[in-house]
């Protein structure tokens, strides 16, 4: 059978079967990860739900067995094949009688793996983990795997999403995940309304008929008809002239666009996506930006956090960088720890954008393979003199991860400690010590 891919947990203590098994899934079109005890493996699953689960059935501490058992009560539904030597199949047979979708016995042939993960996936009806609609961003930050999940979500349905978030965040690219996740078979078309000048920006969405002002030579087919059966993303929005955003309400009630010039509309079968860095409930207030366009517009609302909300994510983004520089020039780099260390510590008004700037400007400049603490300062310039210390900057990082445990375990502190791999003893002291309580998470 060929393989329609997944999101495949695999579990066992033996590093070696887990290394063989990955490589073969991996090459069938599977995504994979593998961990070495039940324990974890429930952790992996709180943070992200995989499509199968498989597991050896003899482990320490968790057997495969009291897996199954608190993956049948934590995640119902959630398949799971079992591998087992010769000698347990009867144990294996009342794993299947307890839930498990199938067993397997070691060694596992290839042919037999394949044929059970596909049967198992396409029995229990799991979707298909196709990634490639979010390629583009690179995380693993539970902040943003949170908001891919929504993003992914509302794909789906037609309505208008408005994307709020400052300056370098990666708005953009998460519109264009949202189209290409979409049932959506038309073009994503961008505009950024804040850098065409009011006259030009008209004629831009809506297009104009020849003759409609001087200079308009031959007709010109707008951007909103361009993008019927696709997605329109108009950033900065919250830039848009008043009486332009009349029109544009206009348009989104009609689901018709006129053009400049023009005694006909033309319907449109366009989903409009939205971005904007600025506040729009003062912008209302001020009466710079029409409240009934608001209403329109935010359907649907997802918040793109800072960069120094998902520092974890900062390692990643710069090597991320740094691979895709050494595609282009052939000579790798990379930062020394205390560069990084710097890096992570930052502030970084401009977020991503500023950071990969950061990045591509120190890999040119360096006349070795290996960045400096000192090469990072001088790019940094006067901010590295404002850095916190790093105690205090991992004080912060640590405070935010205890905060996206207890909201993860919504209270229960002793899956948070579990999450956290902490026993629940120094978990309460951690707890304490940055003045949180179980409490407040609680559902």
């Not at 887990?18 to 952790?43: K, P």
């Not at 398949?79 to 009688?97: C, D, F, K, M, N």
């Not at 408005?162 to 690219?173: F, R």
């Not at 030579?217 to 696709?230: D, K, N, V, Y």
């Amino acid at each position: 059978m060929a393989a329609t891919g997944g999101d495949i947990l695999l579990v066992d203590d033996d590093p070696g079967l887990l290394r063989l098994l990955s490589i073969r899934l991996n090459a069938a079109g599977y995504e994979v990860r593998a961990v070495q005890s039940g324990e974890v493996a429930l952790e992996a699953v709180e943070t992200n739900r995989p499509d199968l689960v498989i597991t050896d059935l003899r482990m320490d501490r968790m057997d495969g067995m009291q897996l199954l058992d608190e993956l049948n009560r934590r995640c119902t539904g959630l398949p799971v094949l079992i591998l087992t030597a010769h000698g347990t199949i009867p144990e294996a047979v009342s794993a299947t009688q307890e839930g498990a979708v199938a067993f397997l016995t070691k060694p596992v042939d290839k042919t037999s793996l394949l044929d059970h993960v596909q049967r198992a996936l396409q029995l229990s009806g799991s979707r298909k983990s196709d990634r490639s609609w979010r390629e583009a961003i690179v995380s693993r930050s539970a902040s943003m795997d949170e908001l891919l999940n929504q993003a992914r979500r509302l794909a789906k349905t037609e309505s208008s999403v408005l994307i709020s978030g400052a300056s370098g965040t990666g708005k953009e690219l998460l519109a264009r995940a949202i189209h290409r996740a979409s049932e959506r078979t038309g073009e994503f078309v961008a505009v950024n309304c804040a850098a065409i000048p009011e006259a030009l920006l008209e004629s831009e969405l809506f297009g104009h008929a020849k003759g409609a002002f001087t200079g308009a030579l031959r007709e010109r087919t707008g951007l909103f008809e361009h993008a019927s059966g696709g997605t329109l993303f108009l950033d900065e929005i919250g830039d848009m002239p008043l009486s332009l955003q009349a029109k544009l309400l206009r348009v989104l009630q009609e689901r018709r666009v006129r053009p400049v010039g023009s005694n006909s509309a033309l319907p449109i079968d366009t989903r409009v996506l939205s971005a904007t860095n600025h506040d729009l409930d003062t912008a209302m207030r001020d009466g710079s930006f029409r409240e009934d366009l608001y209403y329109r517009l935010n359907v649907l609302e997802l918040q793109m956090p800072t960069l120094t909300e998902r520092r974890e994510d900062i390692p990643l983004l710069v090597t991320h960088k740094l691979e895709e520089l050494a595609r282009d020039s052939g000579s790798a780099k990379r930062f020394s720890p205390g560069a990084m260390e710097l890096l992570i510590s930052a502030e970084w008004p401009g977020n991503v954008r500023q950071l990969f700037n950061l990045v591509e400007k120190t890999a040119a400049l360096a006349s070795s393979p290996v960045i400096s603490v000192r090469q990072v300062k001088r790019a940094l310039g006067d901010q590295s003199a404002a850095l916190r210390p790093f105690a205090e900057a991992r004080e912060e990082f640590t405070r935010s991860y205890l905060i996206e445990l207890m909201r993860l375990s919504q209270g229960n502190v002793s899956k948070a400690a579990r999450m956290a791999k902490r026993n629940r003893t120094d978990f309460y002291r951690l707890l304490s010590k940055h003045r949180l309580d179980a409490a407040d998470f609680k559902a």
